[in-house]
């Protein structure tokens, strides 16, 4: 994979928040002052109570929402002065993963991993080589064929995986993704993660799985009330499961 | 754009107009509506206008002569009309001559103007043709004013009438049409908007792995331009019959000079493209109406 070629760990500046505040437009306060810098090839957890800002602070990473003060800057593009039509550019350059997988019920898993480079106008000889490439790295190569119901819950999120990274994004943002699988398909998650980790990318996780915290050792973030409170290389889940 | 992109959005707009059923229906059905009165109230008011415009080239001075005018007078009257400046030809005729035209034109009725035969009431005449049409009305001023003149007419009233009768022909179509453009636009964008609904998660998913919004925005951009496409077609098969139709027929039927229709080719192909074009317009419109309020980032 390219990303993995020329990468060195700790040495490129990925994501850089300085003084973000976010209100939403009902009033509700999700952040109020968030500074943090993330390094190309980092993995972290952003970890914290529900209701607590760590969905916000996700959302302002792929420009789903935009920060009512501060300013944001991902792989040297600044957010609060990119152009909206310049948006899906930036999330060429971020793959995101849901709780929920958001797959698209009536096609296939292949052409459910194709459509995210059918819309990036891809070629249709470079679609078909990096999607069976993914297949293969999330280990469903033999299910390609298979609509989305006829998966495990565990297996949908090995698409959505797939989906996410099959355009070699700089950066994956997975938000809750072991939120409804058991903790053996979690593991088997986990796994994929750090294999896409391994190979350069840079990988936020928001999560309440208090164990694959403190069982894979990463940076932690914990977020409370719109805040960071706690910023630990290699730390713990710290809450009550 | 990619030839492959292309094919791709003409093909999601195509499948668009078959998914939604009745409600693309009731679109090119408004459409349709719509252009068709578009078509049939363009030819009238086109038709008409041409007849105006004819009708003024053909228009005529006739000046009416004193009863008590002497034959000297007469011819004398006659010569100085002919030098006026801006006089094409002038022609005498005799009010014996008009009693009979007047006799023939009325034809049954005619026959109780014979009686006046022994004492005609009417007057002798000059018919005077201006070099200019726009300049008749200033021709017959001065031929009025000349000695001997008792009245000039030249048909002001007709063509008068005329142009008012288009205009208000004119705006009440236009009033008519406005609503029906809207009505049709409406059901267009409602139309977009129950496809954009149903493919909301698609869409979402295009947006979160960096599909621009153009790139969103095409397949219901061309759904909306066929809904305009196809609602034209029916208007313009009728525009092209039944002006043919109408061509033929009225030719042979009314005999008044001025009722002379625009000929077939070019003009009903002209109308074609025109009612074609509104229709695409419509549809266009009516896309993108529907589609900028949902697709906002």
Known sequence: ?241 | MKLRTTKRHLREGTKNIFRNGWMTIASIGAVTTTLLLVGAFLALMLNLNHMANGLEEDVQIEALIDLTAEEEQIKGLGTTIKQMEGTESVAFTSKDEQLNQLIEDMGQEGSTWQMFEQDNPLSHAYIVKAAEPNKTERLADKISQLDGVQEVNYGQDVIRQLFQFNEYARNIGLVLIAALVFTAIFLISNTIKLTIMARSREIGIMKLVGATNGFIRWPFFIEGMMHGVLGSIIPITAVLTGYYYLDNNLKDQINYAFVELLPFNPFAWQLSLLILLIGTFIGIWGSVMSVRKFLKV
Do not use: C
């Open chain 1, 1 to 241: 994979m390219k990303n993995a070629t020329l990468w060195i760990k700790g040495d490129i500046q990925m994501i850089n928040m300085k003084d973000v505040y976010k209100t939403y437009a009902n009033g509700v306060t999700a952040l109020n002052g968030i500074d943090i810098d993330i390094d190309q090839g980092e993995f972290v957890y952003v970890v914290g109570p529900s209701g607590a800002g760590k969905s916000t602070f996700i959302r302002l990473i792929y420009r789903e929402v935009k920060p009512t003060n501060g300013t944001i800057v991902i792989d040297d593009t600044d957010l609060s002065t990119l152009k909206v039509r310049k948006i899906p550019f930036l999330r060429r350059n971020v793959g995101v993963i849901f709780q929920d997988f958001k797959l698209l019920p009536k096609l296939s898993v292949y052409e459910n991993i194709a459509f995210a480079l059918e819309v990036i106008e891809e070629s249709p000889r470079n679609i078909r080589k990096r999607v069976m490439d993914v297949l293969e790295l999330v280990g469903l190569k033999n299910k390609a064929r298979f609509i989305p119901d006829e998966l495990s819950g565990g297996e949908q999120q090995r698409v959505s995986i797939a989906r996410a990274i099959v355009n070699h994004p700089k950066i994956v943002i997975a938000d809750e993704p072991t939120g409804n699988l058991d903790p053996d398909t979690s593991w088997g998650i986990m796994r994929i993660f750090e294999e896409i980790n391994d190979r350069g990318t840079t990988i936020i996780m928001a999560t309440h799985n208090k164990e694959i915290v403190n069982k894979i050792k990463k940076r932690v973030i914990a977020v409370e009330d719109g805040l960071i409170v706690r910023d630990e290389h290699r730390g713990e889940y710290g809450y009550e499961a």
